[in-house]
């Protein structure tokens, strides 16, 4: 079982998000939130997933194919960290990336097809990573980072948009 990182082993931006996974086994939980998050966008209807709270506010195509982006990222950090790669990982600026992605081409199924394809990709990591693994350490910006703590920011960044998609969208 992966264990909750510790506050030296993240970025203390990241503390919200870790906050948010609750006590389990993270698997599981990654697993279960897959289901409930994949469930829901599909239940959305067309307009539904182009409504944009405010202005300049992402809709909810847009607000997903930032959490793929976003866990594509995390899981590549995480295998760099696991494998022991003391490489320097950049930041990224996620207002760019969704910028350029241009969701809204796209049909809302496409991208619930790629968020069910990045989370199979990160599950099969996880599950394949020996124990030890996940306390290596590496550097994200200029923190220093375990691989344990970016498997927890993955879980919490979905728990985190799926808080704000409840508060604001819904």
């Known amino acids: 079982m992966i264990s909750r990182p510790l506050p030296n082993e993240f970025n203390p ?10 006590d389990g086994d993270l698997i599981d939980i990654l697993k279960q939130q897959h289901e409930k998050t994949t469930n829901f966008f599909k ?5 539904q997933s182009e409504y944009r709270y405010a202005e300049g506010k992402w809709n909810l195509k847009e607000v997903l194919g930032h959490m ?15 494998r022991g790669d003391k490489t320097p990982l950049p930041s990224f600026d996620e207002n760019a990336y969704n910028l350029t992605a241009d969701f809204n081409h ?7 097809s790629e968020f069910s394809s990045v989370r199979q990709s990160t599950l099969s990591q996880l599950s394949i990573l020996s124990e030890h693994t996940f306390q290596n350490l590496g550097t994200v910006y200029t923190t220093p980072t375990t691989a344990r703590a970016i498997a927890y920011i993955i879980a919490g960044h979905e728990l985190h948009h799926l808080k ?3 508060e604001r969208y819904l």
């Open 106 to 112: 796209l049909e809302l199924e496409q991208i619930i």
């Open 13 to 22: 931006h990241f503390k919200g998000y870790i906050e948010l996974v609750p």
């Open 164 to 166: 704000i998609i409840n």
């Open 43 to 47: 239940s959305l209807s067309k307009e």
């Open 68 to 82: 793929c982006d976003t866990e594509r990222v995390m899981s590549y950090r995480l295998l760099v960290i696991a």
